[in-house]
Nanobody, 126 residues
Framework: QVQLAESGGGTVQSGGSLKLSCAVS??????????MGWFRQVPGKEREGVAG???????NYADSVKGRFTISQDNAKTTVYLQMNGLKPEDTGMYYC??????????????????WGPGTQVTVSS
C-alpha cells in the first residue's frame, strides 16, 4: 500500500504562483513507483493529467500548463513538487497527487494511476 499526502494548495490571484508538494508517507513492502504526477479535476468535468515525472527524471506536461508549471522531485524520490506560475482562473480545481507503477505519459493520457492522494484545492481568482 502506498499513501500520499499533498500540501500547498490555496487561493491566489490570476498571474500568481503556488507550489504544491506531495510526499510518499507510506510505501508498504517497498512498491516500485516509476511515475509520480499531478492531476486536477473540477466539478462536472473529467479529471485531467497535469504533469508527471519518471523516477529517472523525465517529465510530461499537459499542453495547457507547458511553460507555466514545473514538476520536480527530491533526491530520495519520495517527494514531488509542482511549481505553478502564471496561474489562470481555468487552473482552478482539486489537485491530486498520484503514484503509478508504469509510464507517466500513459498515466496522464489515460487519467489513471495506481495510488492517489486525498487532494488539495487550488483556486485562482480573476
Amino acid at each position: 500500500q502506498v499513501q500520499l499526502a499533498e500540501s500547498g494548495g490555496g487561493t491566489v490571484q490570476s498571474g500568481g504562483s503556488l507550489k504544491l508538494s506531495c510526499a510518499v508517507s507510506k510505501n508498504t513492502n517497498g512498491i516500485p513507483i516509476n511515475c509520480m504526477g499531478w492531476f486536477r479535476q473540477v466539478p462536472g468535468k473529467e479529471r485531467e493529467g497535469v504533469a508527471g515525472i519518471h523516477i529517472k527524471g523525465h517529465t510530461n506536461y499537459a499542453d495547457s500548463v507547458k511553460g507555466r508549471f514545473t514538476i520536480s522531485q527530491d533526491n530520495a524520490k519520495t517527494t514531488v513538487y509542482l511549481q505553478m506560475n502564471g496561474l489562470k482562473p481555468e487552473d482552478t480545481g482539486m489537485y491530486y497527487c498520484a503514484a503509478d507503477l508504469g509510464d507517466c505519459a500513459v498515466a496522464l493520457t489515460l487519467r489513471q494511476a495506481n495510488y492517489w492522494g486525498p487532494g488539495t484545492q487550488v483556486t485562482v481568482s480573476s
